[in-house]
């Protein structure tokens, strides 16, 4: 299975069935920083303030229930039906992980009703809450609750495996869970849209950020620095 995607001119991004592609560098211009330090600063706060809302769930091991679905909290559009089946045309489901400081919902609203038209059974979780917000806290604890919600979907769909699509830090914590926590039997392949394998350089590409991001506790973005300990 994989994956193409376009970059329209509000800069969300629509994904399509395909082969993966590069950005084309008219495209990649567009991700350029289109705001300033204070922009962006209001930006993390807001984040910060709309995680606030947001109540961690609890590590939830249910088998044969689709229980945990409900704790990841409001999922994406056709995702986390507890009454999809799969078929042999779609023998895996797909789980899709979303990147620092976005929950599912935001992060693959354009994707998941997508892949649910093809015929795909899509799952979703949120994860790392912590006082910075969604997806902030430690990658490996982060790992832990990836294993836990794979096991979940394992356990309610059947299937032998499941095929992970994940952006930014969605695209490089399965590879911690796939090479340390057992994943290697359980994932049959994992996308990564614009992955942080390498490190990133700051919010936006401004190394400024990386201040507020440690100001804020963001464990997760610590750790994604380019040259951290972690990677």
Known sequence: MS????????????????????????????????FGMKVLIGTVLILTLV????????????????????AEGPPPPGANDPNCHLDEEHPYPVVLVPGTFETMQQNWAALSPLLAAKGYCVYSLN????????????????????KTFVENVLKLTGAKKVSIVGHSQGGMMPRYYIKFLGGANKVDDLIGLVPSNHGTKGLAGLKETFKITHLLSCTACDQQQAGSDFL
Do not use: C, R, W
């Not at 809302?53 to 939830?60: A, C, E, I, R, W």
């Not at 994860?127 to 990836?146: M, R, V, W």
């Open 3 to 34: 994956f193409y995607y376009k970059l329209f001119e509000n800069n969300t991004l629509l994904f399509a069935m395909g082969k993966v592609v590069g950005l084309p560098k008219s495209a990649s211009k567009k991700l350029q920083p289109l």
């Open 51 to 70: 995680s606030a809302t947001l109540v961690p769930k609890s590590t939830v091991q249910a088998a044969n229930s689709a229980d945990f679905l409900s």
């Open 127 to 146: 994860y790392g809450f912590s006082s910075a917000g969604p997806s902030t806290g430690s990658i490996q604890d982060s790992a832990l609750e990836l």
